[in-house]
């Protein structure tokens, strides 16, 4: 009984140090070798030969037939490939699965994500026999004990202290722990923030769709040393050529308010430069990222084209109000704010506007020809006394005779009654009466005058307000046409927007 008890504490005893114990014999130079003890049913060289083909089958060779010897050499080193055969290439598979699309930053052009990568390798060299270990099949352990893949994203970025890019030390994986099994299968999935730079093309903010790039590649090994894979490839190539794509999962995936995930797929190539015999690897990463149009149009796009719009309602404006002027200054310093806010969202870009922003641009132009317009329209209107002289022929039949009829306006006023061939007419009249009615009749003729020629530029004056309304009634026409055919003009030159509204 005692025996037994003693037995079973030993047991317990030596379980708690398996683990311990197994990675002791792992990493600190111990070596499994063939051993003829007496339990050992095979011969000596039959058992060596089967040892070396696979050291772990415990079938072929059994435990009492081997054992663990101290070996200097055979310490773990983690720079070391963990390859039997240095001519040989370790395989390595990866996979990207997409957690969280933090920011893709337009003005400084990089794309800020949370990933989670996988590397899976089989490492040679941390394999063992569960069953000489106290059935321990699996083992986690840190990145820094053994070796790891060096795998790393060619572009990234990070912002600085005082938000200014500085280039970051490459590697931003959290060190979590490496799994690794008996048979020397190990799984590394390290969590990292990844923040790689992403070419901006704003031309069609907002209905934009922007393509990142992620290139991950080994940074000291060639594909003779290292030979990346994709895990989980969709096309059957192997090698060079192989595809597949960044996972999202669900249940993990934290949806982008901004982003729509168009695209997501990955491709695995290989390049041979002239300097090297050997191939070069790397897998680029595509994320193809719409914007959902919905917030900026309705914060952006609408109110822009709705203020443009109202340049219109300047010429309905009665010139009497004398709020014209004001009116058409008040929508060109809203069209500056909103440019002003559109600037604040894209890049400076080299070459072209955003199409959104030429609309801007060219309803901002518009508006400050319509200024001018107003402004000689009000003069127009205000034309009176000495200055209200009768119209030049061409004016008078272009403005007076041609424009209402087009404009569908209602006819201009009477022209005004010539005043010389009354005046002569009147003057035909002989007085045989007295003098002294003479004299009054002469006074009365002059007053009676002065009053007709007051009423014929009054009825000049009525000309040139009407001229006035009519030129104001075609500048609104005009300036409304302008204004629909530079947002058509707009809409139609983005490919994307009809689809992107349709999508939506
Ligand atoms: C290593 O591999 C090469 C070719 O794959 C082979 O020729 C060589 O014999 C191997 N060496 C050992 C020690 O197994
Ligand atoms: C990686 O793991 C997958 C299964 O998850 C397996 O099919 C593949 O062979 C492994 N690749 C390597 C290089 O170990
Ligand atoms: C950041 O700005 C602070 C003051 O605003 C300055 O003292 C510091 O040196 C700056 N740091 C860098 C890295 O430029």
Partial sequence: ???????????????????????????????????????????????????????????????????????????????????????????????????????????????????????????????????????????????????????????????????????????????????????????????????????????????????????????????????????????????????????????????????????????LSETLYECCPNYYQDITYKLKLKRYVFYPTLTLVLPCVMTAMLIVLTFVLPPDAGEKVGLNITILLAMVVFMDQLSQQTPPMPSSLPVIGQFFVASMIIIAVSMFSTIFCLKLHHTQGREARQMPKWVRFLLLDIMPIVLFIHPPPDPPVDLDEENAKQDLIEFSGNSEFYFIYKELKFISDRMREQDNDGSYEDEWKYAALVLDRACAWLFLGGLSISFLATICSAPGIFYSIESH
């Fill in 1 to 267: 009984m005692l025996f037994l008890k003693i037995l079973l504490l030993l047991k317990i005893v030596h379980c708690r140090y398996d683990e311990n114990l197994l990675l002791t014999r792992l990493l600190d130079g111990y070596r499994l070798e063939f051993h003829k003890s007496t339990d050992c049913p095979l011969t000596e060289e039959l058992g060596r030969t089967l040892f070396e083909l696979d050291p772990l089958n415990e079938q072929a060779v059994p435990n009492s037939c081997v054992r663990y010897v101290e070996d200097g050499f055979a310490k773990y080193n983690s720079m070391v490939r963990p390859v039997a055969n240095f001519s040989q290439a370790l395989d390595v598979a990866m996979e990207l699965t997409l957690l969280q699309i933090i920011e893709l930053n337009e003005r400084d052009q990089y794309l800020m994500t949370s990933m989670m990568y996988s590397f899976n390798w089989t490492d040679t060299y941390l394999t063992w026999r569960p069953s000489m270990n106290g059935g321990v099949d699996k083992i986690v352990i840190a990145p820094s004990k053994i070796w790891t893949p060096d795998i790393l994203l060619y572009q990234r970025f990070r912002l600085g202290v005082n938000n200014s890019l500085i280039q970051d030390g490459f590697d931003s994986k959290f060190a979590s722990n490496i799994e690794c099994y008996s048979n020397g299968a190990c799984l590394w999935l390290p969590p990292a923030i990844i923040q790689s730079s992403c070419e901006v093309d704003m031309t069609f903010f907002p209905f934009d769709t922007q393509e990142c790039v992620m290139k991950f590649g080994s940074w000291s090994y060639t594909k003779n040393y290292l030979n990346i894979m994709i895990n989980n490839p969709t096309n059957a190539i192997v090698g060079g050529g192989q595809k597949g794509e960044i996972l999202i999962d669900p249940a993990q995936y934290i949806k982008s308010t901004e982003w729509e995930i168009v695209g997501k797929e990955c491709m």
